[in-house]
């Protein structure tokens, strides 16, 4: 049975000093006990005071204390693994990129070239690379380097012969590879022709796994987070948390969703879900029905305005997707479904209603990122029960392009955050990191303002669309934890509720946008020990 990292003291602890933030919003002159990793009372200072008068004080100068902030959709491992490849996030053009590149291979001489974070859309004439492009700069090195979303690759001619690809290689089912004028592959993979080259860089070894899987984890809870869900875990991954978590070594909690393979799928749903909290459990099966809308993988119900030659991809079989939908949902268990395009969220909950027709299972169903949804599919969210897991972030990152890719016809489909919540859905917040930047309050600036740190677009994308403060702080906390099937348990201020805590020194309720995205933690409680912040 997995174990806390460490034993939550047995003594009464008295925090105060703090506003408080609740369900009930935000409290003043309130204090909050805890004892054995548990919020025992939440009430008045002095009434709590009197009743546990040997409670140790913890004095907090002001500022807000909220629940221990829930990560709704993360990549742990790809987290954790960002120290050990070229970061390309930040360049706005190709020979920038290139330049980082050059000087990462220069000061790593052996093994594969392997970076992520480039983004073709902050580049003048938004053109995908090439792996010439790479060539000169890698020579016999293979090279692979992932796209900011992770649904595209750029790879150089080493490791295309390495992988075979060639003029005559056909595109792989839910893939595509891009081809120039004369067919040649140019070194842009996408989705699921990323596993061609992928599938030749040498695995990582235990105790690497082990490494990244903390690397990751010690960087969420370095930014306020007291557990995550961790979205598409494999075999040798599970193996290396379960390690971690009979070591007592996780430092925040992990609800794992594994990969969509459908052996291993089976082997982990044979076992009954836990019902207890711990620091690590399996929570689901994460499945993919599309790509990103960034490389035009998305799947669209009509053509990309600016490519009409496509509508994106179909990842995964959607007639699989619905069996083994159907199968996590009877095993008690968690689907958590990617899409992105408006075909492929309505596609997702066709086939959700489908299976729910044969019992809704213990928990709701994910849709994750719901980033192009028409109206009359938003609507759909709440009436069905499922939980429409977002990333703030990717709004405020991908505004500037997202109207090229629909058009103006449907381009009010983008991002619909309040239409979904006006409907009933569940909202779950996330960052999807490492795609994005996990940072919570950049989340909770961007829910509230569509607007980048810059202040673009003016008056906020689609600005309709906004949520409130207490909305955004909602969905990640209660909204979380209400996802994960844990809503007396986390992501609140109550009696009964583990004690995961998180103090900041400003106050949230006043806090203006701008200030709100240099907030940074003070100080964080999890499982009522108090934690290390540092990265």
């Not at 989705?191 to 235990?206: G, M, R």
């Not at 978590?245 to 009954?272: S, T, W």
Request: proline content about 8%; glycine content about 12%; hydrophobic content about 45%.
């Amino acid at each position: 049975m997995p174990m806390p990292p460490a034993a939550p003291p047995a003594s009464y602890r008295l925090i105060q000093g703090a506003d408080l933030w609740t369900d009930q919003g935000l409290q003043h002159g309130q204090a909050v006990v805890i004892r054995k990793g548990r919020i025992l009372a939440v009430g008045p200072v002095e009434t709590l005071a009197k009743a546990h008068p040997k409670a140790q004080r913890v004095d907090l100068p002001g500022g807000t204390l909220l629940p221990g902030l829930i990560e709704g959709h993360a990549h742990v491992g790809g987290l954790g693994a960002l120290g050990r490849k070229v970061d390309l996030t930040g360049p706005a053009d190709l020979p920038g990129t290139l330049e980082r590149i050059r000087a990462w291979a220069a000061a790593h001489p052996q093994g594969w070239v392997l970076g992520r974070g480039w983004d073709q859309n902050r580049w003048a004439g938004k053109a995908f690379p090439r792996a010439v492009d790479l060539d000169a700069l890698t020579g016999p090195r293979p090279a692979f380097l992932q796209r900011v979303d992770g649904h595209a690759a750029w790879v150089n001619s080493a490791a295309l012969a390495l992988a075979g690809i060639t003029a005559k290689t056909p595109d792989p089912q839910g893939g595509r590879i891009l081809r120039d004028a004369g067919g040649r592959p140019t070194g842009i993979l996408l989705d699921a022709a990323v596993q061609l080259v992928e599938k030749h860089i040498p695995e990582p070894s235990a105790a690497e796994l082990e490494a990244r899987l903390k690397a990751g984890l010690t960087a969420l809870r370095a930014d306020g987070f007291t557990a995550v869900a961790d979205m598409g875990v494999g075999a040798r991954e599970l193996a290396a948390y379960r390690r971690l978590a009979a070591a007592g070594a996780l430092p925040i909690r992990v609800f794992a969703y594994v990969n969509h393979d459908h052996a291993l799928m089976l082997r982990e749903l044979k076992q009954p879900r836990a019902k207890a909290l711990s620091f690590f459990q399996v929570q689901g099966v994460k499945f993919y029905m599309d790509g990103a809308l960034g490389s035009r993988g998305a799947r669209l119900l009509a053509p990309y305005a600016d490519e009409p030659s496509t509508q994106g991809l179909w990842v995964t079989d959607p007639a699989k997707v619905a069996l083994d939908v159907s199968i996590t949902l009877r095993a008690g268990y968690q689907p958590a479904i990617h899409a992105i395009g408006d075909a492929a969220n309505r596609a997702a909950l066709d086939l959700i209603a489908q299976a729910m027709k044969k019992g809704k299972g213990a928990l709701p169903p994910r849709i994750e990122h719901a980033q192009i949804v028409t109206a009359e599919d938003a609507a759909r969210f709440g009436k069905l029960g499922v939980v429409a897991s977002v990333q703030p972030v990717h709004c405020t990152s991908d505004h500037s392009w997202t109207p090229a890719r629909l058009g103006p016809g449907r381009v009010d489909e983008a991002f619909p955050w309040r239409s979904l919540a006006n409907g009933g859905a569940l909202l779950a917040f996330g960052s999807d990191a490492p795609v994005e930047d996990p940072d919570p309050f950049v989340g909770l600036a961007a829910a509230e303002t569509r607007q980048d740190p810059a202040g673009n677009p003016p008056g906020g994308f689609l600005p309709a669309q906004r949520l409130t403060r207490p909305e955004a702080v909602r969905a990640y906390t209660a909204g979380n934890a209400a996802a994960l099937g844990r809503a007396r348990d986390m992501g609140t201020l109550q009696k009964g509720a583990v004690a995961d805590l998180l103090w900041i020194q400003v106050p949230l309720g006043t806090l203006a946008p701008e200030a709100l995205r240099k907030v940074k933690p003070a100080r964080l409680w999890v499982n009522g020990v108090e934690v290390p912040l540092g990265r």
